[in-house]
């Protein structure tokens, strides 16, 4: 079993950049697939980010694309996510999540996640 703790999450103003952490617990992390999900207030969990388990591959929803950056380090047990250039509608509570098995075809779906961690928040004035 995983368990994710997410940080780094706070007030910044538009333009600014926010660095999210992901420490993770559990073997299974370092063969998992992580990402990074977002929720807004009224609004559902969408996909953020993804990483694969060797971080060879990577997939970002086209609202972040440019501006946004995930990575991972293994031997730390950590995942990352990089905001820079930050909007108003970035506003929302961050989520690391995992999925053992992997997959890569499934990296965009929420509910192919096994473990999340508790959200951060993240809060862009304008």
């Known amino acids: 079993q995983v368990q994710l703790v997410e940080s780094g999450g706070g007030l910044v103003q538009a333009g600014g950049s926010l660095r999210l952490s992901c420490a993770a617990s559990g073997r299974a992390f370092s063969s998992s697939r992580m990402g990074w999900f977002r929720q807004a207030p009224g609004k559902e969990r969408e996909f953020v980010a993804g990483i694969s388990w060797s971080g060879g591959n990577t997939d970002y929803a086209d609202s972040v694309k440019g501006r946004f950056t995930i990575s991972r380090d293994n031997a730390k047990n950590m995942v990352y996510l990089q905001m820079n250039s930050l909007k108003p509608e970035d506003t929302a509570v961050y989520y690391c999540?995992?999925?053992?098995?992997?997959?890569?075809?499934?990296?965009?779906?929420?509910?192919?996640?096994?473990?999340w961690g508790q959200g951060t928040q993240v809060t862009v004035s304008s």
């Open positions: 999540a995992g999925d053992v098995s992997g997959r890569w075809s499934l990296v965009r779906l929420i509910s192919e996640y096994d473990y």
